[in-house]
């Protein structure tokens, strides 16, 4: 059982910054990949970042390219999501998620454990 937990998010400006946090906890297995996805109020969920639990692997969805940038420290059992330029289409709740098997995939389905989520809103 892997407890799965992020903060950071608020209201900023469209421009600004944000970094979402995740804090893993529990009876674990390894996590091989970290992922951050975000669903939007009447939208399907969205893949956002993934690593690897080397960090030697990320993978970052177009639209985040460039603007976001995934991180880990194990040590610590934390996964970050550094999040600069932020347009408003970037509002939606934002959920880490983890899987137990060494695959940085970008669909939802291939992770086993979420968060509660954070809300992340962009202002025009």
């Known amino acids: 059982q892997v407890q799965l937990v992020e903060s950071g998010g608020g209201l900023v400006q469209a421009g600004g910054s944000l970094r979402l946090s995740c804090a893993a906890s529990?009876?674990?297995?390894?996590?091989?990949?970290m992922g951050w996805f975000r669903q939007a109020p009447g939208k399907e969920r969205e893949f956002v970042a993934a690593i690897s639990w080397s960090a030697t692997r990320t993978s970052y969805a177009d639209s985040v390219k460039g603007r976001f940038t995934i991180s880990r420290d194990n040590a610590k059992n934390m996964v970050y999501l550094q999040m600069n330029t932020l347009k408003p289409e970037d509002t939606a709740v934002y959920y880490c998620?983890?899987?137990?098997?060494?695959?940085?995939?970008?669909?939802?389905?291939?992770?086993?454990?979420w968060g509660q989520g954070t809300q992340v809103t962009v202002s025009s």
């Open positions: 529990g009876r674990t297995f390894n996590s091989y990949t």
């Open positions: 998620a983890a899987c137990t098997r060494p695959v940085v995939s970008t669909d939802y389905r291939s992770y086993n454990y």
